[in-house]
C-alpha cells in the first residue's frame, strides 16, 4: 500500500501564492505521472497539473500560467506552485500517483486531500 500526504493547503487572498506538497511513502521513480485534481463542493473532480517520469508537463486550461508542478525524487515529494489564485481555485486538491504496467495493470493512489479557499 502506497501513501500520499498532502499539505500546504490553507486561507489565501485572491492573488495570493500557496504551494502544495505530496509526499509520498516509497520512491515516486515507479510512477509514470504525478498529479493534482482539486473537486469543489457540487462539481466533479477534475485534473488540474501533471508531470511525467520524463519530466513531461500537462495543464488544464484553466490554471495554465498560474501552476507549476514538479518533482523532486530525492525527497519522493511532488510540488503544485499556485500563483494569482482566485476564488475559483477553492476545492480540495488530490495528489494522484500512477504506475502503467502494460501487461499485469496499471494502479493509481490518491491522497486524502488538503484544503485550498481563496477568499478575501
Known amino acids: 500500500q502506497v501513501q500520499l500526504v498532502e499539505s500546504g493547503g490553507g486561507l489565501v487572498q485572491p492573488g495570493g501564492s500557496l504551494r502544495l506538497s505530496c509526499a509520498a511513502s516509497?520512491?515516486?521513480?515507479?510512477?509514470?505521472?504525478m498529479a493534482w485534481y482539486r473537486q469543489a463542493p457540487g462539481k466533479q473532480r477534475e485534473f488540474v497539473a501533471g508531470?511525467?517520469?520524463?519530466?513531461?508537463?500537462n495543464y488544464v486550461d484553466s490554471v495554465k500560467g498560474r501552476f507549476t508542478i514538479s518533482r523532486d525524487n530525492a525527497k519522493n515529494t511532488v510540488y503544485l506552485r499556485m500563483n494569482s489564485l482566485i476564488p475559483e481555485d477553492t476545492a480540495v486538491y488530490y495528489c494522484?500517483?500512477?504506475?502503467?504496467?502494460?501487461?499485469?495493470?496499471?494502479?493509481?493512489?490518491w491522497g486524502q486531500g488538503t484544503q485550498v479557499t481563496v477568499s478575501a
Open positions: 516509497g520512491s515516486i521513480s515507479v510512477f509514470n505521472v
Open positions: 508531470v511525467t517520469t520524463g519530466g513531461s508537463t
Open positions: 494522484n500517483a500512477l504506475r502503467i504496467q502494460p501487461i499485469v495493470g496499471s494502479v493509481d493512489y
